[in-house]
């Protein structure tokens, strides 16, 4: 039996009210999504805050939870990455100079299952692009960084930015759709 | 010469439209569904990325803030609860005549037979897109404080959330929910003034519903409530 499919019953039993299946629901997703969190909000305080919002959403929402367009750590990461780059914006509204050194390809593989192909798709396009381009939509997605961070932190216009990130979402879109 | 959507709609994904760009797309997708399909396409591109990121153990004492955060006696906000609503189905065949009801898939759940309210304002309402048959039925019981929402023929969105509003009289619109996939389903501790002009809607919004707190998608379906008895 797939990892997957236990976390679709432990979804769906949070959509019934079963707080027991909502715990066992955390203890398997917690550290996954605080890591996705702390990506983007490295103050842990302020992750720690977007944990619990994250976490209220996906008991108030694990009704809502359609099996047929995605794995359900999908869903809850991307619930987790919302709230992230929210507060992140909110906090930070004129961007921020990050510290520490972005670890731009320290990435593990992904779990087995229904998204393991998507994944693998999506590395092999991400592979195919200039490593700066590939650097930038990573930037842009797992950290959070807002255009107006990533002019400062490479040093360009934030318009050289802006076409950079254009060509390689084109290529990116080419790539998974061809 | 303007941006090409796709490329709009995936920096917005991406996060690195400006807050006057973004304000400007996030209304533009209340209005054009083009543009929701073009995110809901960005997203299930780049969400596998999200799985590669290392774990990290979240402090232990987090899962306690989180845990009475979310128990009934903290938490007020209405929560959908899975239900098989056999009552507000047979409200609902009284109302529509001979609407044909899609099937529900067949559950393991505990079958919960619920004797209909009586002796309180009960309200209901048609939730349809503009000139379409009905997609939801929606039933409310002002003395239970309880809604119960029977879909019909709800389209699917891919990569996306269906998100509930209530919207009472002149107020913005207020979330109740996401809609749950299959079945009918019913919230629970719902207050809705009676006296004013209600409307239920249910917009489009990114997974796991709006992060906003008002709808950031385009409205498919919506509907008034109107009195059905009063006691």
């Known amino acids: 039996m797939s990892g997957e499919t236990t976390l679709v019953d432990l979804l769906l039993a949070t959509g019934g009210g079963d707080r027991a299946a909502y715990a066992d629901l955390y203890a398997r997703t917690s550290a996954k999504l605080f890591g996705i969190i702390l990506r983007i909000l490295p103050e842990r305080s302020m992750a720690e805050d977007a944990m619990q919002d994250a976490y209220v959403k996906i008991w108030r929402n694990a009704a809502g939870y359609d099996a047929s367009r995605g794995s359900p750590i999908t869903w809850m990461a991307t619930i987790a990455r919302n709230v992230a780059i929210d507060q992140h914006r909110r906090a930070h509204p004129a961007g921020r100079q990050r510290d520490e050194s972005i670890e731009l390809d320290t990435m593990v593989d992904g779990n087995a299952g229904p998204s393991a192909e998507a994944l693998t798709a999506l590395q092999t396009c991400l592979g195919r692009l200039d490593a700066d381009q590939r650097k930038l939509v990573v930037a842009a997605y797992l950290h959070g960084e807002s255009r107006e961070e990533l002019a400062e932190r490479l040093g360009h216009p934030m318009g050289t930015i802006k076409s950079w990130l254009h060509r390689s979402l084109a290529r990116l879109k080419a790539c998974l759709n061809g | ?231």
């Open chain 2, 1 to 231: 010469m303007a941006d090409d959507p796709a490329m709009i709609a995936g920096e917005y994904v991406l996060g690195t439209l400006d807050a006057a760009e973004h304000r400007a797309f996030a209304r533009s997708l209340m209005t054009d569904p083009s543009a929701v399909a073009l995110v809901a396409d960005w997203q299930q591109r780049l969400a596998p990325l999200l799985l590669t990121v290392p774990e990290v153990a979240a402090p232990a004492a987090l899962w306690a803030r989180i845990d009475a955060a979310t128990r009934p006696a903290n938490d007020n906000q209405p929560v959908w609860r899975w239900q098989v609503a056999t009552a507000a189905a047979a409200l609902v065949a009284v109302v529509t005549g001979g609407l044909a009801l899609r099937p529900r898939p067949a559950s393991q759940a505990p079958i919960v037979v619920q004797a209909p309210e009586s002796g309180f304002a009960q309200q209901i309402a048609a939730l349809s897109s503009e000139g379409g048959s009905p997609a939801l039925l929606v039933t409310y019981d002002a003395g239970s404080g309880r809604m119960r929402v029977v879909p019909v023929n709800v389209s699917p969105k891919p990569g996306h959330s269906l998100e509930l509003w209530v919207i009472a009289g002149k107020a913005a619109p207020k979330s109740i929910g996401l809609l749950p996939k299959e079945g009918a389903a019913a919230l629970s501790h719902l207050k809705v003034d009676l006296a004013l002009d209600t409307t239920i809607a249910v917009s489009v919004e990114p997974i796991g519903g709006s992060p906003t707190g008002s709808p950031t998608g385009p409205v498919v379906y919506s509907g008034k409530m109107i009195a059905l008895s009063k006691s």
